[in-house]
């Protein structure tokens, strides 16, 4: 039941993603939302600059300068990403609810100054994971944690996603490790485009609805093609505390595009997921020959706003994907890095240029991952002749 009959909210950079979320809030017909600013260094560039100034929609050059003049009872943080720790702890100590796109950050120090914000204001902070908002995800999770599968055995995720040099050149931060001041922003293929599949392994394993695994130890495998400092290609088992594997694997350096799919071994049952099949749900498959579905988590693309506005609106504060559930992503990442300090990059014998699509793409690359992905293992195991073994690397608590 609505306590409050409107929301007002900031929307903090209206380029990139924060077009995805200018364009919903922009089409909301109703008078639940008033969107009272946006913030943003070069509001000229988004898709929706003139619709902003048609409808008299404050642009404000800082967070400061709106805070100024305006108040926000939901604030989107949709900035690059070594900012989102700032922007949000503002946000939230200016008196506003956050939702910070993901990832939550790439510095682990992070974490803890975000949750104690969080605590002292008494305003949520959700993390912008897609699937994590979805009804068909949390009604799975719902289900693993009830023993419904029984014990979790091992899980893995694979996403082949093409990305051209119009990505890399999106902006100063693309593809970097650090930027001027020395701040963290590990942009990778696994911290941007398809973080979000990393983390819902993660998510799914979490013991309460609004927690993810507790990692042990990370090995992972990085390479580029790619002129960035970080990397476009990785291959990684994770294990977590509870002893369960989980394998990860994504590419920006192929030609065609394949995935998300995952698959999640139970004792009792085998959970998969193939956006590339006509069918498209997740599938439970017990042993007896049992099964359940669950609706294509794709399909809620945006319920993460939803969901945060219908928390402000009933005063509920609560979210199932916060900071104590998006930070085992953080660390992973991290762990990512420490495990391969030196990026290697691909032979050149194997490396293609498209000059069509400018983009770059190895050969047999996508072969070779899929055939790791079927066998559960990193490219090093079978022996792939590009491939190189980082180190083990230990997390802590």
């Given at each position: 039941?609505?306590?409050?009959?409107?929301?007002?909210?900031?929307?903090?950079?209206?380029?990139?993603?924060?077009?995805?979320?200018?364009?919903?809030?922009?089409?909301?017909?109703?008078?639940?939302?008033?969107?009272?600013?946006?913030?943003?260094?070069?509001?000229?560039?988004?898709?929706?600059?003139?619709?902003?100034?048609?409808?008299?929609?404050?642009?404000?050059?800082?967070?400061?300068?709106?805070?100024?003049?305006?108040?926000?009872?939901?604030?989107?943080?949709?900035?690059?990403?070594?900012?989102?720790?700032?922007?949000?702890?503002?946000?939230?100590?200016?008196?506003?609810?956050?939702?910070?796109?993901?990832?939550?950050?790439?510095?682990?120090?992070?974490?803890?100054?975000?949750?104690?914000?969080?605590?002292?204001t008494g305003k949520f902070l959700a993390i912008g994971f897609n699937w994590s908002?979805?009804?068909?995800?949390?009604?799975?999770?719902?289900?693993?944690?009830?023993?419904?599968?029984?014990?979790?055995?091992?899980?893995?995720?694979?996403?082949?996603?093409?990305?051209?040099?119009?990505?890399?050149?999106?902006?100063?931060?693309?593809?970097?490790?650090?930027?001027?001041?020395?701040?963290?922003?590990?942009?990778?293929?696994?911290?941007?485009?398809?973080?979000?599949?990393?983390?819902?392994?993660?998510?799914?394993?979490?013991?309460?609805?609004?927690?993810?695994?507790?990692?042990?130890?990370?090995?992972?495998?990085?390479?580029?093609?790619?002129?960035?400092?970080?990397?476009?290609?990785?291959?990684?088992?994770?294990?977590?505390?509870?002893?369960?594997?989980?394998?990860?694997?994504?590419?920006?350096?192929?030609?065609?595009?394949?995935?998300?799919?995952?698959?999640?071994?139970?004792?009792?049952?085998?959970?998969?997921?193939?956006?590339?099949?006509?069918?498209?749900?997740?599938?439970?498959?017990?042993?007896?020959?049992?099964?359940?579905?669950?609706?294509?988590?794709?399909?809620?693309?945006?319920?993460?706003?939803?969901?945060?506005?219908?928390?402000?609106?009933?005063?509920?504060?609560?979210?199932?994907?916060?900071?104590?559930?998006?930070?085992?992503?953080?660390?992973?990442?991290?762990?990512?890095?420490?495990?391969?300090?030196?990026?290697?990059?691909?032979?050149?014998?194997?490396?293609?240029?498209?000059?069509?699509?400018?983009?770059?793409?190895?050969?047999?690359?996508?072969?070779?991952?899929?055939?790791?992905?079927?066998?559960?293992?990193?490219?090093?195991?079978?022996?792939?002749?590009?491939?190189?073994?980082?180190?083990?690397?230990?997390?802590?608590?």
């Amino acid at each position: 039941m609505f306590v409050k009959d409107s929301v007002n909210i900031l929307l903090v950079g209206i380029s990139g993603y924060g077009g995805e979320y200018l364009r919903e809030l922009l089409a909301y017909k109703d008078k639940t939302i008033r969107l009272t600013g946006v913030v943003d260094i070069a509001p000229q560039k988004s898709d929706y600059y003139d619709t902003i100034i048609d409808r008299g929609i404050p642009i404000y050059n800082s967070l400061e300068e709106y805070y100024d003049n305006e108040q926000a009872e939901l604030a989107i943080i949709s900035t690059p990403i070594h900012f989102h720790r700032e922007h949000s702890c503002y946000c939230m100590n200016h008196g506003s609810h956050v939702l910070c796109e993901k990832p939550m950050t790439s510095d682990p120090q992070d974490i803890q100054q975000m949750i104690n914000v969080r605590n002292k204001t008494g305003k949520f902070l959700a993390i912008g994971f897609n699937w994590s908002f979805a009804p068909s995800t949390l009604e799975l999770k719902e289900d693993i944690n009830k023993g419904a599968f029984g014990r979790p055995i091992r899980l893995k995720s694979m996403m082949q996603w093409s990305r051209n040099k119009a990505y890399y050149n999106r902006s100063v931060w693309a593809g970097k490790m650090y930027d001027a001041e020395g701040s963290m922003i590990f942009d990778s293929v696994a911290n941007n485009a398809t973080a979000h599949f990393l983390h819902h392994l993660l998510y799914l394993l979490g013991d309460r609805i609004d927690t993810s695994a507790q990692l042990d130890t990370v090995t992972a495998e990085l390479y580029r093609v790619n002129h960035i400092e970080t990397f476009d290609t990785c291959a990684v088992q994770l294990k977590t505390k509870d002893d369960v594997d989980i394998y990860f694997y994504a590419t920006h350096a192929v030609r065609e595009d394949m995935g998300p799919f995952f698959q999640l071994e139970f004792e009792k049952a085998t959970i998969t997921y193939n956006v590339n099949e006509n069918s498209k749900e997740v599938v439970a498959v017990w042993k007896d020959g049992t099964q359940k579905t669950y609706e294509n988590p794709e399909e809620y693309h945006l319920s993460k706003l939803s969901t945060c506005i219908n928390a402000v609106l009933t005063e509920d504060n609560w979210v199932p994907c916060g900071p104590e559930a998006a930070s085992a992503q953080v660390k992973s990442i991290q762990a990512m890095h420490k495990s391969v300090p030196n990026i290697m990059s691909f032979p050149e014998s194997l490396i293609h240029y498209d000059i069509k699509e400018e983009k770059y793409w190895i050969q047999g690359l996508s072969e070779d991952l899929l055939h790791c992905y079927n066998n559960w293992c990193l490219p090093n195991e079978l022996d792939i002749q590009w491939s190189a073994i980082g180190g083990k690397i230990r997390l802590e608590d």
